[in-house]
């Protein structure tokens, strides 16, 4: 399934490994980065708006979509690995500077592009996601059981890739069901693309998970001990967690910032698709600063 008005490429971004890569438009660059269990087609209305005046890029991650899904050495799916991936990409289209949007898993993707990459992202967005160190941080009690998942996948290869194969679109659709709160911004034929999507890449899916319990959060703690920190504008649209979590957002992120817009939204986890206009609006007033 592909966004309308869109050209699709393939991009090769490290060896063996290509990403396969929506783009419209013309204008300064815009990079959007999907989520889970999601492909780049949750951008779908967001990078029709964005399209009429920037150029768009939006990939399938790496282990994601239809893009190439290598075997786990241990750092194939660290967030540096894939970050690198989407300079890469950039760079494919004669871009060596450019935005950069993020939701969920993606937005792990940008936050590490924006700190190995700063020379190279103008703008920083973080749909919905905390960084690595303070999501374990925050995660406690019985509210973490909110993500359980990340503790299945954390474990080590064999059990978790078994038991999602197992029943992969019920597990898939779990989140998609329980983190909107309009399930109708994902209708029928959509939520198929990112089950069917999802049920073909359950190992690096799994992956990139373990990664963010191990080599990341090497990653994370290194940058926070050297005091490295994001010095293009960031935007941040978060749901309103901290009533269930028992954690102070912009706090968190102000830690990580240097120039740091932060809006709570009222929408579920898939903002781009429950509330587009806002998240296009949001994008388009962090390109102005």
């Not at 993500?147 to 474990?155: E, K, P, S």
């Not at 078994?162 to 659709?173: E, K, R, Y």
């Not at 198929?192 to 690096?204: C, G, I, K, T």
């Not at 579920?268 to 102005?288: I, N, Q, W, Y």
Request: with cysteine; glycine share 8%.
């Amino acid at each position: 399934m592909r966004i309308t008005g869109f050209d699709y490429q393939r991009v090769p971004v490290a060896d063996g490994v290509a990403l396969d890569v929506a783009v419209a438009g013309t204008g300064s660059p815009i990079v959007l980065l999907h989520g889970f269990p999601q492909t780049h087609l949750m951008w779908r209305h967001v990078a029709a708006d964005l399209a009429a005046d920037h150029t768009v890029l939006c990939p399938d991650l790496r282990g994601y979509g239809e893009s190439d899904k290598p075997a786990d050495t241990g750092e194939t799916y660290s967030k540096r690995s894939m970050a690198a991936d989407v300079v890469a990409v950039a760079k494919a289209f004669g871009h060596d500077r450019f935005a950069l949007a993020g939701h969920d898993r993606g937005a792990l993707v940008a936050l590490r592009a924006g700190l190995d990459h700063a020379d190279k992202v103008s703008h920083l967005a973080i749909l919905d996601v905390l960084p690595t160190l303070d999501m374990w941080d925050v995660l406690h009690g019985a509210g973490a059981a909110v993500g359980f998942h990340l503790y299945l996948m954390a474990q080590p290869p064999g059990l978790p890739e078994q038991l999602i194969a197992g029943a992969p679109d019920a597990f898939f659709g779990h989140f998609l069901d329980a983190w909107a709160r309009n399930g109708d911004a994902i209708p029928a034929d959509v939520r198929a693309a990112y089950l069917e999507a999802s049920r073909n890449a359950v190992p690096s899916i799994v992956a990139d998970y373990r990664a963010s319990a191990g080599i990341d959060v090497e990653h994370d703690e290194a940058d926070r001990a050297a005091g490295n920190r994001l010095t293009m504008p960031l935007t941040v649209l978060q749901q309103d967690w901290g009533a269930v979590l028992g954690y102070d957002a912009v706090a968190l992120w102000q830690a990580w910032a240097t120039d740091l817009d932060h809006r709570t939204v009222t929408s579920g986890h898939f903002m781009a698709e429950e509330s587009p206009a806002e998240v296009a609006k949001a994008l388009r007033d962090l390109l102005t600063r």
